[in-house]
């Protein structure tokens, strides 16, 4: 069994209206120190052993988990044991 | 300026209807060997220098950004150098 980590950010300079309405709400909150906020996504995955995960992981993102025109997306994969 | 990395995640057996979801649309799309999904939220701040960076970040997550009843939020931080 394979846990895949992957972090979904929007690319730079595309706007991030989550991010900035948790940065206003910080500030409300006393923590006017905090200068950017940018909101992800994080998604975990625990999949059976592939051949090709790498492929089978970036198609996955591709095709349903981010949103390439808008997104960045890293992935990491290591080995766990499940039952 | 220091960059925090905060991970949030719902905690060990609590239900996770997007991460459900995600599983259904993996899997209708071909990706049935994915067995379990967790979504979480991946938040990047980026901060002046504070002398107890760690309470505040604490703080913040307990507060505003993370439901501490359902969910369990690990960070990082890291020096960075911005303009």
């Known amino acids: ?5 992957i ?5 730079q300079g595309v ?4 991010g900035k309405a948790v940065q206003t ?3 409300a909150l006393g ?3 905090v200068k ?3 909101t992800g996504k994080l998604i975990e995955l625990f999949v059976e052993d592939y051949q ?22 890293h992935y ?3 080995e766990v044991a499940r039952t």
Request: include cysteine; proline fraction near 6%.
């Open 52 to 73: 090709n995960i790498d492929q089978r992981v970036r198609d996955m993102c591709d095709k349903l988990l981010a949103n390439p025109v808008m997104e960045d997306y």
């Open 25 to 27: 709400s910080l500030s």
């Open 36 to 38: 950017e906020v940018q």
């Open 76 to 78: 990491e994969v290591e």
């Open 15 to 18: 706007l991030d209206p989550q």
């Open 1 to 5: 069994m394979k846990k895949v980590t």
């Open 31 to 33: 923590f006017s120190d």
């Open 7 to 11: 972090r979904i950010m929007p690319k």
